[in-house]
Structures are given as structure tokens and as C-alpha cells.
Nanobody
Framework: QVQLVESGGGLVQPGGSLRLSCAAS????????MGWYRQAPGKQRELVAT???????NYLDFVKGRFTISRDNANNTVHLQMNSLKPEDTAVYYC?????????WGQGTQVTVSS
């Protein structure tokens, strides 16, 4: 099993920055991709960014150039640096870990962008 714990959410003004962190534990050797998804009220959950064990990344078009996903292998942690935040980024952000036989989710952390 894989356990994922997110941190770093909060309230920020438009144009501000936040950094989300996701710490993985358990059978981490099984993970080949990690990422971040988000879900706003009344909307479907959408992929924000992913990073593979090989370092390949992909992003939701709306966040390209503003968000950066990275890995900290020493701490089994994935980060999402979010800059130039917009009100449309307001959502619960969920850490995701993909293994060859399952998908794992964190509990979610709230990000609110408001003036």
C-alpha cells in the first residue's frame, strides 16, 4: 500500500504563490508516476501536473508557465510550486500516486485564491 499526505495549502491573493508538498510512504518502489489533481465545487476532478520516475512532466494547459512540479527523492516527496495564482485555481488539490496495479490519493489540501 501507498500512503500520501499533502501539505501547503492555504489562502493567497491573486498573483501570489504557494508550494504544495506530498510525502509518500509505504510501497513507494511501486510508484512510477506522481502528480497533482484538483477539484472545485461542482466540477470534475482534473489533472494539474504529473512527474514520472524518469523525470518527465506534463501540465494542464491553464497552469503551464505558472506551476512547476518537482521531486525530492531523498524525502520521497513531490512538490508543486504555484506562482501567479488566479481565482480560477481555487480548488481542493489532491496528491496522486500511480503504481502498476493501482492508484492512490491523498486527503486533499484546500487552495483558495481570493482578494
Amino acid at each position: 500500500q501507498v500512503q500520501l499526505v499533502e501539505s501547503g495549502g492555504g489562502l493567497v491573493q491573486p498573483g501570489g504563490s504557494l508550494r504544495l508538498s506530498c510525502a509518500a510512504s509505504g510501497s513507494i518502489f511501486r510508484i512510477y508516476s506522481m502528480g497533482w489533481y484538483r477539484q472545485a465545487p461542482g466540477k470534475q476532478r482534473e489533472l494539474v501536473a504529473t512527474i514520472t520516475t524518469g523525470g518527465s512532466t506534463n501540465y494542464l494547459d491553464f497552469v503551464k508557465g505558472r506551476f512547476t512540479i518537482s521531486r525530492d527523492n531523498a524525502n520521497n516527496t513531490v512538490h508543486l510550486q504555484m506562482n501567479s495564482l488566479k481565482p480560477e485555481d481555487t480548488a481542493v488539490y489532491y496528491c496522486n500516486g500511480q503504481t502498476y496495479d493501482g492508484t492512490y490519493w491523498g486527503q486533499g489540501t484546500q487552495v483558495t485564491v481570493s482578494s
